[in-house]
């Protein structure tokens, strides 16, 4: 009987199909290779120069290589990370309010509760400051006659 040791782990196996390259691979860097020489030619044209700069050719470049080798760092699909991780992230606003709901009936009875004690509380105050301002002088009767003169 022949042996053959499979890994433990095959989800992360790949075809390897061209060379190095897996399928999706080769033709993301077709479509990042055409980018950058229509990009060339643009410049080019544009520019008027034989030897126009480099640099810009990456730009048309990143969005295929990053969807034909984003799957080997994120470890899912390029275009699931963006469906499911990117665009949420965008689309949440920048300052949220951390607000909670406590769905136990005895918690909102006591938060009531707590809210009427106080309002009682600052009411009573209320009503004692105001008879400390109203202060009543007791005038003998005597000085009573005296007052009504003037």
């Known amino acids: 009987m022949i042996d053959i040791k499979i ?4 989800r992360g196996f ?11 691979q080769a033709i993301c860097f077709l479509i990042a290779s055409g980018g ?3 990009t060339y030619a643009a410049e080019k044209y544009l520019l008027g ?6 640099f810009p050719l990456l730009i048309p470049a990143i969005p ?3 969807m034909g080798w ?8 390029p275009e699931d990370y963006i469906r499911y991780v990117w665009l949420p992230n965008k689309k949440r606003t920048e300052s949220r309010k951390y607000v909670t709901d406590n769905y136990n009936p005895l918690v909102k009875e006591y938060k009531k509760y707590k809210k009427k004690e ?14 400390k301002k109203e202060v009543k002088v007791k005038i003998p009767k005597e000085l009573e006659a005296d ?3 003037f």
Not at 7 to 10: A, D, M, N, V
Not at 70 to 77: A, D
Not at 118 to 131: F, I, N, Q, R, V
């Open 49 to 54: 120069s034989s030897e126009p700069p480099l």
């Open 14 to 24: 790949q075809v390897k199909t061209f060379g190095p390259f897996t399928t999706r």
């Open 147 to 149: 007052l009504t003169i």
């Open 7 to 10: 890994p433990s782990e095959i």
């Open 36 to 38: 950058a020489v229509a």
């Open 70 to 77: 984003g799957e080997s760092f994120l470890r899912m699909l």
């Open 118 to 131: 106080t309002l009682a509380k600052k009411e009573e105050e209320e009503k004692g400051k105001k008879k």
């Open 64 to 66: 295929p290589i990053f």
